[in-house]
C-alpha cells in the first residue's frame, strides 16, 4: 500500500490518524481527532476539524472546510469551495458549541463547487449536488439537486452520468457509460443494504419485479446482468 503523503507547508495535529496513500497537499490542517481513511486526497487549503470521519477514497477539492459533526462516508467528492456547517442559528455572541447538528454524507456522494449543505442534513448515496446549490433538507440516493434552495431535477447514475428518467413516476433508464439499468417506482431514491437476486431468474424481457414497499415510499432499483440491487432496507420483493 502506498504511504500517506503530506507536504512540508501543511499542519497534521497529533492524534490525527490518516490511512495508507492519503495525500494532503499545500496549507492544509487536520485537527487531532479526525478520522481518515486509505487513498482520499486534500487539496490546498483544506481544513478538517477534531470530530469529522473521513472514509476511504474521498477526494476533498481547494479551500473546503470539514467543520465538526460531519461524516463523509466512502468516496465522496467535494467540489472547490464547497460548504459545511454546523450550527444553524449561529450568533457571535451566543456559544452553541453542544448544539452542532450531525451532517452525513452517504457513499458516492458528490458534492458541486460553491454548493453549501446546511447542518443536520443527509445526502443520500451517489446522490449529485450541482454548483451553487444550497442543500437545507435530506436528499435521497442518486437524486441530481441544483438551485436556491437546491430541488430535485432528476437521477444520476452512480458512474455520475445523468439518466434519463423524469423526477417523479414510473420509468426505466440506462446508464450512458455502462449500460447499468435502473427502474424508477415513485419520487424517491431510498439507500441501504443491497439484495441481490439469483442469477437464475434472468432479467430483462423474462423477469419483472413486482414491489412492495412496508411505508408507503417509492423505489429504484438498480438492474445489473443476473442480478438486482435493491436499495433500500424498507422494502421485499420477488422476480417472476
Known amino acids: 500500500m502506498a504511504a ?44 478538517v476539524g477534531n470530530d ?45 458549541k453542544h448544539d452542532y447538528r450531525r451532517t452525513l454524507v452517504k457513499r458516492g456522494a458528490t458534492l458541486g463547487a460553491n454548493c453549501t449543505i446546511v447542518c443536520g442534513t443527509t445526502i443520500g448515496e451517489h446522490a449529485f449536488v450541482g ?3 444550497v442543500v437545507s433538507r435530506d436528499v435521497p440516493a442518486f437524486a441530481l439537486m441544483v438551485g436556491v434552495p437546491a430541488r430535485r431535477i432528476g437521477w444520476m447514475s452512480r458512474h455520475g452520468e445523468r439518466l434519463a428518467l423524469p423526477a417523479r413516476g414510473d420509468a426505466e433508464a440506462a446508464c450512458p457509460a455502462t449500460g447499468e439499468r435502473y427502474v424508477l417506482r415513485g419520487n424517491l431514491c431510498p439507500d441501504g443494504a443491497v439484495m441481490k437476486a439469483s442469477a437464475a431468474s434472468p432479467l430483462g424481457d423474462a423477469g419483472k419485479i413486482t414491489w412492495t414497499t412496508l411505508n408507503a415510499s417509492p423505489r429504484l432499483a438498480v438492474l445489473q446482468s443476473g442480478e438486482v440491487d435493491i436499495l433500500s432496507r424498507n422494502t421485499t420483493w420477488t422476480l417472476t
Open 4 to 47: 500517506t503523503q503530506v507536504h512540508p507547508s501543511a499542519i497534521v495535529d497529533v492524534g490525527a490518524q490518516l490511512g495508507d496513500g492519503t495525500r494532503v497537499w499545500h496549507w492544509v490542517h487536520i485537527s487531532g481527532g479526525a478520522r481518515i481513511g486509505e487513498r482520499c486526497s486534500f487539496g490546498q487549503n483544506v481544513f
Open 52 to 96: 469529522v470521519v473521513i472514509g476511504s477514497g474521498v477526494k476533498i477539492q481547494n479551500n473546503v472546510s470539514v467543520y465538526d459533526a460531519v461524516t463523509l462516508e466512502d468516496d465522496v467528492f467535494c467540489g472547490p469551495s464547497m460548504v459545511f456547517t454546523n450550527v444553524y442559528n449561529p450568533r457571535a455572541a451566543v456559544v452553541r
Open 131 to 133: 454548483a451553487g446549490a
